[in-house]
């Protein structure tokens, strides 16, 4: 495990500059949720990465990991999948269409509502997605890896946590 971490980085030069200008402001959350911002899109583009030989984007992953995690019949509505993945129906919409065409999942009609849909993971799209979360999870458990211990692994997830249920 590499223990070196830089003394001085992007986000430190960012508020040097602020302190510069303005010696009054407190840059330290500017600093906390610059890091996370730029570790989320880091590990994003690394997660998209890992899912492309699976011939998905995360977009189209979250889709299926979502209606994996269902459970079974691994099913759910599309207003359900809208709400869980935070997106547009449009958005969602365009997701479901380039799945179903991929034959990763089928939308039919519900039984119990003659104007909704169900949306059900099909066998190899369940396949599909069990390999690609352990492609996703191989690089943001490498990331950890190099840079902290489990112990720090497991206090950053607490303080993360207690942050997240603040601002959220």
């Known amino acids: 495990m590499d223990?070196?971490?830089?003394?001085?980085?992007?986000?430190?030069?960012?508020?040097?500059q602020w302190a510069a200008v303005r010696p009054?402001?407190?840059?330290?959350?500017?600093?906390v949720f610059g890091r996370i911002y730029r570790l989320s899109n880091a590990m994003r583009a690394k997660v998209d990465k890992a899912y492309a030989p699976y011939?998905?984007?995360?977009?189209?992953?979250?889709?299926?990991?979502t209606l994996r995690?269902?459970?079974?019949?691994?099913?759910?509505s599309p207003r359900e999948l809208t709400a869980t993945l935070m997106i547009t129906t449009?958005?969602?919409?365009?997701?479901?269409?380039?799945?179903?065409k991929a034959g990763l999942l089928t939308r039919s009609p519900d039984p119990?509502?003659?104007?909704?849909?169900r949306v059900t993971l099909s066998e190899r799209g369940k396949e599909?997605?069990?390999?690609?979360?352990?492609?996703?999870l191989a690089e943001q458990r490498a990331a950890l890896r190099a840079a902290?211990?489990?112990?720090?692994?497991?206090?950053?997830?607490?303080l993360l946590r207690r942050l997240l249920a603040t601002t959220a």
């Open 55 to 65: 011939g998905m984007a995360l977009g189209e992953f979250d889709v299926l990991a």
């Open 69 to 76: 995690r269902s459970g079974e019949p691994y099913t759910l």
């Open 3 to 16: 223990t070196h971490s830089p003394t001085h980085d992007a986000v430190d030069a960012i508020a040097d």
């Open 90 to 100: 449009g958005g969602m919409t365009g997701r479901l269409d380039k799945l179903e």
């Open 24 to 31: 009054d402001l407190d840059t330290v959350p500017m600093a």
């Open 148 to 158: 902290l211990s489990e112990e720090e692994a497991a206090q950053l997830t607490g």
């Open 112 to 117: 119990n509502d003659r104007r909704g849909l």
């Open 128 to 136: 599909l997605v069990d390999q690609a979360v352990g492609a996703g």
